[in-house]
C-alpha cells in the first residue's frame, strides 16, 4: 500500500487479531485505513457484502431461482441501483474518497484470494464482481428500506379498505392525543377499495416483502451516577437474527483517527456504534414515518413505464414494469391491472447525503461535535445517544423528517387527491428533538415516543414498557459500572404483561379444560420474567396470540394461522394484528370486533382462548405442565439466507437455540406469531462503552465476527451471547497486544 504522504515510501499497513478474529488495524494514513477496513471485511464477509449488493439490484434471483423473483421485481421497481450511483456522485469529494479507498480494499482482497472463496460461492452461478464505491450505498440501502412504515400502512389501508374506520382508529395503541389522527381525518373508505383489489392482485409479490420487526436499546449514564465519576454508554440493536450477523467488529487507527465499533459489511466507518478516542456514539431506530404510499388510478395513464428483463436461475427471464410518478416509482400493480400502488421513501427523495457523516464522525471529539458531524445524516432516522470523556452525554434525532398532511401519516392515500414529496421541505436539523446533560443523571431509549410535541415523527412507536424497565434499573444503580450493565442487557421482566394477564383472564368463567383453573391461577403468582425456565412465560405468550387469531378471524383479515389467504404478507400482518389485538382489549376496545357485542361475548372469547392455549401446549410440549417452559418453545433460529433458498446449503444454518424474553423485556427476543413462538429478532450486538477506561468496555454478537462457515470465528462469540456476557473491547496498544493472536501486513 503506497502512502500518498511518505513521498512515495511504502509504508506498510499493520493488522492483528485478537483471539475472536476481531482485526485491529494500524495505518499510515486515512484511505489507508479505510482500504483495510474493505480487505478485512471482505475476508470475513465478502459473501454477506455480495448477498447485499445482488439483492440491492434486483439480482438474487439469478443465484437461488424463482425463490427470489418477488424481491427482485420489487427492488428493480424500485431503481435502488441508479439511486445509489446517483447519490454516490453527489457525495463530498473526501466521501467519495473513502468509498473508494474501500472498494480498493475489497477488491485487493478478491485478486488475492480468489481461488479461496467461501462455500457459499460454489452455488452461484458467477464469480463475484469487482466492487465499486457506489456500492456502498447500496448495501447500505437495502439495509434500512424495511425499517420504516412501508408494511403497517398498507395494512392498516387494507383494513379501512373493509370498512372498519372505527376499529382501525382504535388499534393504534401507545398514540399520545398530541399525535392523534381523528377518523374524519382519514380518507373515505371509496377512495381505498382499489387497494385492496390491488393487494389481492399481488399477493404473491408482496409476500417477498418481509420486514422483520425489531427494535433497540441504549441508555447513557452520566457520572454523577457512576463509580468513576465519567459516564458508560451502552446497548443492543435488535433486528432480525442472521447469519452471518449484520454486524462486524473492527477496529482501526491512523494519524486522523482511532475508533472501533460495529460496522455493516460493505459501508465504511461506524455508523451506528463505536468511540474515537474521546467520544462514544450508539443509536436505536427512531421509528420515523418515512414512507408514503399512493394509489394510482386517474394518474396512471400519466405514468412513465419501462420494460426490464428480470433473471432468474433455471426459469430464464422475465418482464419487469417499472413505472415512475411525481410521487415515486410504483411498487405494485402495472398497466393492465387499472391500478397502481407508488412510494415516497426518504432514502429516494432528494439527495441522500448520509455518507458526507461518516467521517466526520470518526474525528469528532466530543459530544457537540458528534451531533455537527451527523447533521446530513438522511436514514434512517436515529435517536443517537453519545458521551464524552469531558462528562457530557447527550441524545439528538438524527435523520431526514418531513412533515406530512395528517391524512398521509397513517394509511396510502389517493394519489389524485394527495401531495407528492416536491414541496415539502425537511425538518431543519436543529428542531428535531434533543437533550444533554439531564439533572437526573441519564438519558434512555428504547423506541418509545420521545417527544410529545413537534416536530411530527411518527405513529409507530414501540410502547413504553422496555423503556420504563431500563429506567427503574438505572435508578436502582447510584454507582453503575460497566458489570452492572450487563446485567441490564440480561432483564427479562416485562413491565406490559400485568395489564395484559388481567384483561386476559379475569372475565373468563366459562372454559371446560380441566386445567383452566390452574392456568389461571399460574399467571396470578408469575413474576411476569420471561426466563427459560418459565412456563407461566410459554402460558402468557400463546394464550396473547390465541387471542390475535380470534381477533383476525372475526374481523376476516386471517385465518387461525394468521396470514392465510385473506391477507397477503403473512408476518408482518401477524405481528401487526398480535400487537392491536391486546390494543384493543386492554384499552377496553373489544366491542368494536365483530361478534363482540356484549361481555358475556367476550368471556366466550377468552375461555376459548384458554381451552386451546392448554390444548395447544399439551400438544407440543406433552402432558406434563412442569415441562412447558419457555426456553422449549421460544426457540431462535440464524436463518442463513442461502440456505433458506436451496435445500442443498441447508448445513449453513446454525443451531437453534432457546431465547429468553419477548419484544417487551430488555433482552429481546421477538416473536412471530404465526409460527408458533418462534423468536425472530433479538440482540443482534451487545455493548458497552466505559469512558474511564476504554479497555472496560465490552461487546458481543450473535455468533462471531466471521461469516465463514466453519473458518472458527463464527462461533466463537455464541456461547457468551447466549449467557448474555460480554467479551472485551480492546482499545489501547498495549490492551490489543495483550489479546493479539495473529498479526501480518498488507
Wanted: charged share 20%.
Amino acid at each position: 500500500m503506497r502512502c500518498s504522504s511518505c513521498g512515495g515510501i511504502r509504508v506498510n499497513t499493520e493488522i492483528q487479531r485478537d483471539k475472536w478474529g476481531i482485526a485491529h488495524v494500524t495505518a499510515p494514513n486515512q484511505l489507508a485505513a479505510f482500504e483495510a477496513q474493505g480487505w478485512i471485511a471482505a475476508a470475513d464477509r465478502i459473501w454477506q457484502m455480495e448477498f447485499d449488493r445482488l439483492r440491492s439490484q434486483g439480482r438474487w434471483g439469478e443465484t437461488v431461482g424463482a425463490k427470489a423473483a418477488r424481491e427482485d421485481a420489487f427492488f428493480r421497481r424500485l431503481g435502488l441501483a441508479d439511486l445509489a450511483k446517483q447519490h454516490w456522485a453527489s457525495l463530498a469529494p473526501e466521501t467519495k474518497e473513502i468509498t473508494e479507498a474501500y472498494a480498493r480494499g475489497v477488491n485487493r482482497w478478491l485478486d488475492s484470494h480468489e481461488d479461496e472463496l467461501p462455500e457459499e460461492f460454489s452455488y452461484h452461478s458467477a464469480s463475484p464482481e469487482r466492487w465499486q464505491p457506489w456500492h456502498c450505498l447500496a448495501v447500505y440501502k437495502i439495509r434500512h428500506i424495511f425499517m420504516g412504515t412501508l408494511n403497517r400502512k398498507l395494512w392498516r389501508g387494507f383494513l379501512l379498505a373493509k370498512g372498519n374506520p372505527d376499529l382501525l382508529d382504535a388499534m393504534r395503541g401507545c398514540v399520545e392525543d398530541s399525535s392523534t389522527i381523528t377518523t374524519s381525518a382519514l380518507p373515505g373508505v371509496e377512495q381505498l377499495t382499489d387497494l385492496s383489489n390491488l393487494i389481492q392482485a399481488n399477493a404473491e409479490q408482496l409476500r417477498g416483502l418481509v420486514d422483520i420487526d425489531g427494535g433497540s436499546n441504549s441508555w447513557a449514564i452520566s457520572g454523577s451516577r457512576t463509580k468513576s465519576g465519567l459516564p458508560l454508554l451502552a446497548g443492543d440493536p435488535h433486528r432480525g437474527i442472521e447469519f452471518p450477523n449484520v454486524y462486524h467488529q473492527f477496529h482501526m487507527n491512523c494519524p486522523e483517527f482511532n475508533a472501533i465499533g460495529l460496522a455493516f459489511p460493505g459501508v465504511p466507518g461506524f455508523p451506528h456504534f463505536g468511540h474515537n478516542e474521546t467520544v462514544a456514539w450508539c443509536i436505536t431506530h427512531g421509528m420515523a414515518d418515512d414512507t408514503d404510499l399512493f394509489v394510482e388510478t386517474e394518474a396512471l395513464e400519466a405514468v412513465e413505464w419501462e420494460v426490464e428483463d428480470l433473471v432468474i436461475r433455471g426459469e430464464g427471464s422475465f418482464e419487469v414494469y417499472r413505472g415512475s410518478t411525481p410521487r415515486g416509482p410504483v411498487v405494485l400493480g402495472d398497466p393492465s391491472q387499472g391500478a397502481a400502488l407508488s412510494m415516497a421513501w426518504t432514502g429516494m427523495n432528494g439527495q441522500d447525503s448520509t455518507f458526507d457523516a461518516l467521517l466526520p464522525m470518526l474525528k469528532a471529539s466530543t459530544s457537540e461535535e458528534l451531533e455537527a458531524a451527523v447533521e446530513p445524516w438522511v436514514i434512517p432516522v436515529n435517536n443517537l445517544l453519545s458521551a464524552d470523556r469531558d462528562g457530557h452525554i447527550s441524545f439528538k434525532v438524527r435523520g431526514r423528517v418531513i412533515e406530512r398532511p395528517h391524512a398521509h401519516r397513517w394509511i396510502p392515500v389517493s394519489a389524485e387527491t394527495s401531495e407528492d414529496w416536491s414541496n415539502l421541505v425537511p425538518v431543519n436539523f436543529a428542531d428535531l428533538p434533543g437533550e444533554s446533560d439531564p439533572h437526573r443523571g441519564y438519558l434512555v431509549t428504547a423506541n418509545n415516543q420521545i417527544s410529545d410535541g413537534g416536530p411530527y415523527i411518527s405513529l409507530d412507536f414501540a410502547g413504553p414498557a422496555r423503556y420504563d424497565r431500563i429506567v427503574q434499573l438505572i435508578e436502582e444503580l447510584p454507582n453503575a459500572t460497566a458489570a452492572d450493565m450487563e446485567i441490564i442487557h440480561s432483564d427479562v421482566v416485562s413491565l406490559l404483561a400485568p395489564s395484559i394477564v388481567s384483561a386476559l383472564t379475569t372475565r373468563v368463567t366459562q372454559f371446560a379444560h380441566p386445567l383452566g383453573q390452574w392456568l389461571i391461577d399460574q399467571l396470578a403468582e408469575w413474576d411476569c420474567a420471561l426466563s427459560e425456565e418459565s412456563v407461566e412465560a410459554s402460558i402468557y405468550s400463546v394464550i396473547r396470540r390465541r387471542w390475535a387469531e380470534s381477533v383476525g378471524e372475526r374481523l376476516g383479515i386471517a385465518t387461525p394461522e394468521l396470514g392465510g389467504p385473506k391477507w397477503p404478507s403473512p408476518e408482518s400482518a401477524s405481528r401487526m394484528l398480535y400487537e392491536a389485538a391486546m390494543h384493543l382489549l386492554v384499552d377496553g376496545n373489544w366491542h368494536l370486533v365483530p361478534g363482540l357485542d356484549s361481555e358475556e361475548d367476550l368471556d366466550v372469547a377468552l375461555s376459548a382462548c384458554i381451552d386451546e392455549t392448554l390444548e395447544e401446549l399439551e400438544q407440543r410440549l406433552g402432558e406434563d405442565n412442569s415441562q412447558w417452559t419457555w426456553g422449549r418453545l421460544h426457540r431462535m433460529a440464524s436463518p442463513h439466507p442461502l440456505a433458506s433458498a436451496l435445500e442443498q446449503a441447508r448445513h449453513l444454518h446454525p443451531p437453534i437455540d432457546a431465547c429468553p424474553g419477548d419484544s417487551d423485556t430488555v433482552r429481546c427476543g421477538s416473536v412471530i406469531p404465526e409460527t408458533g413462538e418462534r423468536s425472530a429478532a433479538a440482540s443482534v450486538a451487545r455493548y458497552v462503552f466505559d469512558l474511564d477506561d476504554w479497555d472496560r468496555s465490552g461487546w458481543v454478537v450473535p455468533h462471531g465476527v466471521s461469516g465463514v462457515r466453519g473458518e472458527g470465528h463464527d462461533m466463537d462469540q455464541r456461547a457468551a451471547w447466549l449467557n448474555c456476557t460480554l467479551i472485551p473491547m480492546a482499545f489501547t496498544a498495549s490492551a490489543v497486544e495483550q489479546v493479539a493472536a495473529e498479526y501480518f501486513e498488507i
